[in-house]
C-alpha cells in the first residue's frame, strides 16, 4: 500500500502569510495526487487535483506542484477563511491513501 | 450539480453490521462512467478511505477493511449503499460518500454532508 506522508502536522501563520505544506508518496504515483481543505463538521472540499489542476471556484491564492513522490500546496497569501486541516490524497489502481492533515491556525 | 446526502442508523450495536445509504441528485449512479465512494473520518482523526464502486458495478476496498465491506448500487433507487460487518468502537466515525470529480479519476470531487455512526451497546 502506498503511504502518505504530510509534513508539518500543524502550522502557525498570520494573515498574508505564505503557507507551504508538503506531501510524500512512500512509492511513485505519478502526478494522482489531490488537495482538500476541511474545516470543523464540514465535509473536505477539493482544492487541487491531478497535483496542480485548481478545481473551479476555488480561489488562485492556491496552487499545487510536485510528481513522482514529492509535493507541495502553496497558499500565497493567508486569508481568515483558510484556517483549516488539509489533506493530500493519493490515487492508483489499488485505490485512495490520504495523509494524516496539517492544521493551519491563527498565529 | 449532482448532491450526495449519506442516511441511515446514528447508532450500531458491536458485532452487528453497520449499514448506510448514500442518495444522488442531479446525477445517475449507473451512467455516466463515475466512481462512487465511501470515506470515514474517526472523532478527531484523519481521513480513511472505505472503498469504491465504479458505474459498472465493479468495486475495489481499502484492504484493511475488505473483509468486512460491501459496496452496491441500487439503480431503481439512484442510491449506492455501504455494509460493514461485525463492527467494534473502532469503527465510530462520520461516514462520508463522494462521486469521483470527473469519470476518468476515483479522485472524490463531490461529497455529501456526512453522517456520524457510533458504536455502543
Known amino acids: 500500500d502506498i503511504q502518505m506522508t504530510q509534513s508539518p502536522s500543524s502550522v502557525s501563520a498570520s494573515v498574508g502569510d505564505r503557507v507551504t505544506i508538503t506531501c510524500r508518496a512512500s512509492?511513485?504515483?505519478?502526478?494522482?495526487l489531490a488537495w482538500y481543505q476541511q474545516k470543523p463538521g464540514k465535509a473536505p472540499k477539493l482544492l487541487i487535483y491531478?497535483?496542480?489542476s485548481l478545481q473551479s471556484g476555488v480561489p488562485s491564492r492556491f496552487s499545487g506542484s510536485g510528481s513522482g513522490t514529492d509535493f507541495t500546496l502553496t497558499i500565497s497569501s493567508l486569508q481568515p477563511e483558510d484556517f483549516a486541516t488539509y489533506y493530500c490524497q493519493q490515487a492508483n489502481s489499488r485505490g485512495l491513501t490520504f495523509g494524516g492533515g496539517t492544521k493551519v491556525e491563527i498565529k | 450539480q449532482v448532491q450526495l446526502q449519506e442516511s441511515g442508523p446514528g447508532l450500531v450495536k458491536p458485532s452487528e453490521t453497520l449499514s448506510l445509504t448514500c442518495t444522488v441528485s442531479g446525477g445517475s449512479v449507473s451512467s455516466g462512467s463515475y466512481y462512487w465512494s465511501w470515506i470515514r473520518q474517526p472523532p478527531g482523526k484523519g481521513l480513511e478511505w472505505i472503498g469504491y464502486?465504479?458505474?459498472?458495478?465493479?468495486?475495489n476496498y481499502n484492504p484493511s477493511l475488505k473483509s468486512r465491506v460491501t459496496i452496491s448500487v441500487d439503480t431503481s433507487k439512484n442510491q449506492f449503499s455501504l455494509k460493514l460487518s461485525s463492527v467494534t468502537a473502532a469503527d465510530t466515525a462520520v461516514y462520508y460518500c463522494?462521486?469521483?470529480?470527473?469519470?476518468?479519476?476515483?479522485?472524490?470531487?463531490?461529497w455529501g454532508q456526512g453522517t456520524l455512526v457510533t458504536v455502543s451497546s
Open positions: 464502486i465504479y458505474y459498472s458495478g465493479s468495486t
Open positions: 463522494a462521486r469521483g470529480l470527473t469519470t476518468v479519476t476515483t479522485t472524490p470531487g463531490y
Open positions: 491531478a497535483a496542480s
Open positions: 512509492q511513485g504515483i505519478s502526478s494522482w
